[in-house]
């Protein structure tokens, strides 16, 4: 296992669409990584966009940083449907867009089908922080960033930091 480096903001590849997964060795050789790639960062989610891989999955580990021990998520191929109408704020980081705190406003709730390494598919119900972990890290399957989020106002206070990491 080793540890990737994680592209950052600016980068054309954190904006591809991702590619549907077909598990081979070298993918469960990648899902390793991003989950050594994740815990080393340190972070709770990490797509294979941000690692430079341009296939539809994550890591997730909602909870370790609050001293929960360690139990990493692999999800290949995800899809989220039944999106609560209740909607609720978070405030997100992103492992890509470092020291940028962006207020995302996203549905409370949100069903997660996927499939794990050995191709058997779950699905499961998610609220809290798993929700928005899970949602956040879709997105970057689909090239799309918490910033993308922005109002005009709260851009306009990190339109610095962005051009900063851009560069
Ligand atoms: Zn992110």
């Known amino acids: 296992m080793s540890v990737l480096p994680i592209l950052v903001y600016g980068d054309a590849r954190l904006r591809q669409v991702a590619q549907p997964v077909v598990v081979d060795d070298k993918v469960r050789a990648l899902a390793a990584d991003m989950i050594e790639t994740m815990y080393d960062a340190p972070g709770r989610g990490l797509a294979a966009p941000q690692v430079g891989v341009s296939l539809r999955m994550f890591v997730m580990d909602c909870h370790w940083k609050d001293g929960a021990g360690r139990d990493p998520l692999v ?64 997105d970057h399957l689909d090239g799309v960033l918490n910033t993308d989020y922005l109002s005009d106002a709260a851009r306009a206070e990190v339109a610095d930091r962005l051009a900063e990491l851009a560069a």
């Open 75 to 138: 999800v290949v191929n995800p899809v989220l449907s039944d999106p609560s109408e209740d909607v609720k704020p978070f405030t997100e980081g992103c492992l890509s867009i470092p020291g940028v705190l962006v207020e995302v406003t996203r549905p409370a709730q949100v069903t997660l089908r996927w499939e794990n390494l050995d191709g058997e598919v779950f699905a499961r119900r998610l609220c809290d922080f798993e929700a928005v972990c899970a949602q956040h890290e879709y």
